[in-house]
T-cell receptor, first 111, second 117 residues
Framework: EDQVTQSPEALRLQEGESSSLNCSYT??????LFWYRQDPGKGPEFLFT???AGEEKEKERLKATLTKKESFLHITAPKPEDSATYLC????????????FGTGTKLQVIP | DAGITQSPRHKVTETGTPVTLRCHQT?????MYWYRQDPGHGLRLIHY???????DKGEVSDGYSVSRSKTEDFLLTLESATSSQTSVYFC????????????????FGQGTRLTVV
């Protein structure tokens, strides 16, 4: 069974305090891993797609990395506006049509 | 927002009544999805569509049906609403991976908050 596990469930950081969020997955034949950001009361917003182990992508203070079993979302010198829930997702083993989401990490950045 | 509109945004309904949620897209995407999001469960797939009149079930499809008679509209119907269907419902479209017919990243609507009393 395809599974996606995110940790921690919640993370509280001081502004400027860098940290990482983890997404571990079990799926046969990884065909991509997606990161999303979700603000309260809104739909998830796409951030990154990673396709192969060793790949990295960056956007402002966020950098996503991928290994064969997990992905990390590194947040460097976060600001309060980075506060959100971060979701990761992987296409199911059977193909791209279905995607399994993790339950997310709720990040709070305190000024 | 990739041209996705969900309606209504909020709805309160009574147990046992049918409810239809609408998702409308303006960009002619092939893949459309309905998810529900509940605390502790994350996003769970209800149904998806890969073309007009082409739909398939997701992991939590019991009690739900869908229809797609036009490319731009994907309807989700709760046949007889129950309190366990109180949730936030998201519609999404997926872009195709460049050069393939496979789905890539998804773009979501703003959600519909449904309360069944």
């Amino acid at each position: 069974e395809d599974q996606v596990t995110q940790s921690p469930e919640a993370l509280r950081l001081q502004e400027g305090e860098s940290s990482s969020l983890n997404c571990s997955y079990t799926v046969s034949g990884l065909r991509g891993l997606f990161w999303y950001r979700q603000d309260p009361g809104k739909g998830p917003e796409f951030l990154f797609t990673l396709y192969s182990a060793g790949e990295e992508k960056e956007k402002e203070r966020l950098k996503a990395t991928l290994t064969k079993k997990e992905s990390f979302l590194h947040i460097t010198a976060p600001k309060p506006e980075d506060s959100a829930t971060y979701l990761c997702a992987v296409p199911n083993s059977g193909g791209y049509q279905k995607v399994t989401f993790g339950t997310g990490t709720k990040l709070q950045v305190i000024p | 927002d990739a041209g996705i509109t969900q309606s209504p945004r909020h709805k309160v309904t009574e147990t046992g009544t049918p409810v239809t949620l609408r998702c409308h897209q303006t960009e002619n995407h092939r893949y459309m999805y309905w998810y529900r999001q509940d605390p502790g469960h994350g996003l769970r797939l209800i149904h998806y569509s890969y073309g007009v009149k082409d739909t398939d079930k997701g992991e939590v499809s019991d009690g739900y049906s869908v229809s797609r008679s036009k490319t731009e509209d994907f309807l989700l119907t709760l046949e007889s609403a129950t309190s366990s269907q109180t949730s936030v419902y998201f519609c999404a479209i997926r872009f195709l991976v460049a050069g393939t017919v496979e789905g890539g990243e998804a773009f979501f609507g703003q959600g519909t908050r449904l309360t069944v009393v």
